[in-house]
């Protein structure tokens, strides 16, 4: 069941965490949105409450640890608990390893992967204690197999593929009722390439998307899909992409 339910959303304020938001507020979901602009997620707050919807946001940066407990804590003061924590927060600013953008590197670090550490750990005490709780990720097809260029943010998505997979078995094992949920897409239609420097890299990657992409939307059906189930089913993993692109 959706409604009702208590989502935060990370990178709430485009794209796949953006469109997520409004479809499970749509279904009745109270969503809490963060995102380091405030300005995009007031806007989309207004939308959601405008269409009948409940939100709330916060500025948020997942590297920072205490933003993610911050959010939690607004979740629990908004709408009284919570119950999902969708990690969809990243970047993708690829290149060649010999282009040497080690700033980009190290950000790709903080963010896929520190970031999704930072959120668990804001929101699992809560899951153990009320022994509920459903944790979703944005991983990519990237975390399935290897691209040139994408050395890193590989790396970062196939950390988020491991790390779900042991958090799903240890709360099994636990007895926490810990549900999990990796998404992995291929080319969808985002913000997402906004970040790449690299010249030659973004160009290839502006071919594919204009070729391939397909709308967020189809990222938020699936995460309604996962939370929909019922409280004793676990759909772990999601591979998600354009019917046309070979990926
Ligand atoms: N689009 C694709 O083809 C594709 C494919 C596979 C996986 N993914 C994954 O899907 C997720 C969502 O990306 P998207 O495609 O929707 O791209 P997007 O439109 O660029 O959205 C990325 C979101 O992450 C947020 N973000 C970035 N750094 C952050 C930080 N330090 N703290 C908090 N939020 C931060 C951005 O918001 P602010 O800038 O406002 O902070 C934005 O809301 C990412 O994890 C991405 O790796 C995307």
Redesign the pocket.
């Known amino acids: 069941m959706i409604k009702d339910k208590v989502v935060i959303i990370?990178?709430?304020?485009?794209?796949?965490?953006e469109a997520t938001a409004k479809l499970l507020a749509s279904k009745g979901a109270k969503v809490v949105l963060?995102?380091?602009?405030e300005d995009?997620l007031k806007q989309l707050a207004d939308a959601i409450a405008k269409a009948g919807g409940q939100a709330a946001y916060q500025v948020?940066?997942?590297?920072q640890q205490s933003e993610n407990d911050a959010i939690v804590k607004l979740a629990k003061d908004t709408f009284g608990g919570v119950d999902v924590m969708f990690l969809?927060?990243?970047?993708?600013p690829n290149s060649p390893l010999s282009a040497m953008r080690t700033d980009d590197w190290h950000q790709m670090v903080d963010?896929?992967i520190k970031?999704v550490l930072n959120g668990v750990a804001a929101v699992l005490p809560t899951f153990v204690a009320q022994k509920s709780g459903h944790v979703i990720t944005?991983?990519?097809?990237?975390g399935l197999k290897a691209y040139p260029n994408g050395a890193v943010y590989g790396g970062t998505k196939w950390f988020v593929r491991d790390f779900m997979e042991v958090l799903r078995m240890e709360s099994a094992m636990e007895g926490t009722n810990i549900r999990t949920a990796t998404i992995y897409?291929?080319?969808?239609s985002?913000?997402?390439l906004?970040a790449i420097g690299d010249k030659a890299t973004s160009q290839a990657m502006h071919g594919i998307y204009e070729k391939y992409g397909i709308p967020?939307e189809r990222i938020a059906n699936v995460v309604a899909i996962a939370i929909d189930q019922p409280e004793d089913t676990t759909i772990n993993e999601f591979t998600v992409g354009p019917a046309n692109q070979p990926w």
């Open positions: 990370s990178g709430a304020s485009s794209g796949i965490g963060g995102a380091r602009r995009k948020l940066d997942v590297t969809n927060a990243g970047l993708m963010v896929n970031g944005t991983s990519s097809v990237a897409p291929a080319a969808i985002t913000e997402l906004r967020p």
